[in-house]
Antibody, heavy 117, light 109 residues
């Protein structure tokens, strides 16, 4: 069955960096669009980044543009989110989600990023 | 700043029917926004329900349906069950970006 497993979350100081990973299994990863979506504790969902199957098309939400970088390694069935210049408002659960344009389907369980001094 | 608006909360009786809507600050929602709907229960990751306006994922019960209604995307639950009590989010596509609605808390009472 399809599995998406995020890792790499934790506590980081404002201005710091963190790299999230998402390991995928159970589907043809290289054919799949992938996204990162976040949710601040007790708040709603926010789409933050998309990458196409080949990695050639990438989009970011304005809130993270210039600070976050999405990438993927199809040989390792993994997608990554490099986060830099982190702010308190980046504190959230970060979900890896497959899909794009017309559909979003599978979600991971999320990894918590806390930005605090 | 594009804003997607949902009803903050709705209440429905078990067995009843309820429609949740999703509006765009840019104007009428059309199929070109490829509306998606998600369900989230407390302490869980969201689950995909509907994609591309009215297509159900294979794991979704028949009582869930999606449509366009009066310039908005809509999610209708018919024959509501107690386990449908949850937060529901819509997602709209804006050409290289996606925006979630603020969510509707559905209470089954």
């Amino acid at each position: 069955q399809v599995q998406l497993v995020e890792s790499g979350g934790g506590l980081v100081q404002p201005g710091g960096s963190l790299r999230l990973s998402c390991a995928a299994s159970g589907f043809t990863f290289s054919d799949s669009y992938m996204n990162w979506i976040r949710q601040a504790p007790g708040k709603g969902l926010e789409w933050i980044s998309y990458i196409s199957g080949s990695g050639t098309t990438i989009y970011y939400a304005d809130s993270v543009k210039g600070r976050f970088t999405i990438s993927r390694d199809n040989a390792k069935n993994s997608v990554y989110l490099q986060m830099s210049r982190l702010r308190a408002e980046d504190t959230a659960f970060y979900y890896c989600v497959s899909g794009g344009t017309t559909y979003f389907d599978y979600w991971g369980q999320g990894t918590l990023v806390t930005v605090s001094s | 700043q594009t804003v997607v608006t949902q009803e903050p909360s709705l209440t429905v009786s078990p067995g009843g029917t309820v429609t949740l809507t999703c509006a765009s600050s840019t104007g009428a929602v059309t199929s070109g926004f490829y509306p998606n709907w998600f369900q989230q229960k407390p302490g869980q990751a969201p689950r995909a329900l509907i994609y591309n306006t009215n297509n159900k994922h294979s794991w979704i019960p028949a009582r869930f349906s999606g449509s366009l209604l009066g310039g908005k995307a809509a999610l209708t639950l018919s024959g509501v069950q107690p386990e449908d009590e949850a937060e529901y989010y819509c997602l709209l596509y804006y050409g290289g970006a996606w925006v979630f609605g603020g969510g509707t808390k559905l209470t089954v009472l």
